[in-house]
């Protein structure tokens, strides 16, 4: 993230959960259960955005990404996996090296950068993602032409991040912190975006949306896509024209 966007106080935050980042039943477990559903909308997304076959096992192999917010590599481990030369920056030197460590333990390639996103070598990247980071960084317009700036010619963007409705402040922030869900400070409210907010934004930095869908509580499997937007929403774009 850039300087303008780095909000050192998340940062803090969510360094101090580096540790036990990769534990499913640890302070990430939401985390763990929200991402099998994001990995299946990046998937969708990608095989509709560069015609790939479902079937195959390595859809982004002879692409790169970027995960912007990645943590501890939650999804970029996955990402290499699919096939891609994968980056990862995150503003908390702890979580980056909680990524590095992991990584080498899973014997992938992937490079990782703790800090400002600005002060990455000026490249490009085909797949540009960034989940539940925006609502952390102090300038959302800022943070998203960066984002932007990032994603080349032909290449495809997905963001997540959670709704700000009555229901996301009672059930995303009250409840869950209350009891346990998610570790206390982890959201402000306040600074979550409504889609047409995040919408505009991405315009503003001359993307254009083709994708959005709700990602919401499932009693059988945790999460699904699809159906309400009202606590979270994953959201796909490219550059205009």
Do not use: C, K, Y
């Given at each position: 993230m850039s300087a303008a966007t780095i909000n050192p106080n998340e940062a803090a935050h969510f360094g101090a959960l580096?540790?036990?980042?990769?534990?499913?039943?640890?302070s990430s477990a939401m985390l763990h259960r929200l991402n099998p559903v994001r990995l299946a909308y990046i998937r969708e997304q990608v095989d509709l955005h560069w015609q790939v076959d479902a079937r195959e096992r390595h859809p982004l192999a002879g692409r790169s990404a970027l995960d912007v917010g990645c943590g501890a590599g939650l999804l970029a481990e996955p990402l290499a996996r699919m096939?891609?030369?994968?980056?990862?920056?995150?503003?908390?030197?702890?979580?980056?090296a909680a990524a590095e460590?992991?990584?080498?333990?899973?014997?992938?390639?992937i490079t990782y950068h703790a800090g400002?996103?600005?002060?990455?070598?000026?490249?490009?990247?085909?797949?540009?993602?960034?989940?539940?980071?925006?609502?952390h960084v102090t300038?959302?317009?800022?943070?998203?032409?960066?984002?932007?700036?990032?994603?080349a010619p032909g290449g495809l963007m997905i963001l997540s991040t959670p709704n700000r409705t009555l229901w996301s402040k009672l059930l995303l922030v009250e409840a869950a912190e209350?009891?346990?869900?998610?570790?206390?400070?982890t959201h402000d409210w306040d600074q979550f975006l409504k889609p047409e907010e995040l919408a505009g934004l991405l315009e503003?930095?001359?993307?254009?949306?083709?994708d959005r869908t709700g990602l919401s509580p499932s009693p059988a499997r945790g999460f699904k896509l699809g159906g309400s937007e009202a606590l979270n929403y994953l959201i796909a774009a490219r550059h205009k024209g």
């Open positions: 580096a540790a036990d980042w990769w534990d499913p039943h640890g096939g891609a030369v994968v980056t990862g920056v995150d503003a908390a030197p702890e979580n980056i460590g992991h990584a080498a333990g899973q014997g992938l390639a400002e996103l600005a002060a990455l070598p000026a490249s490009t990247f085909d797949l540009v993602t960034s989940m539940e980071v925006v609502e300038d959302p317009a800022a943070f998203v032409a960066e984002l932007a700036a990032r994603l209350r009891v346990g869900a998610v570790p206390r400070g503003g930095a001359g993307l254009e949306v083709i």
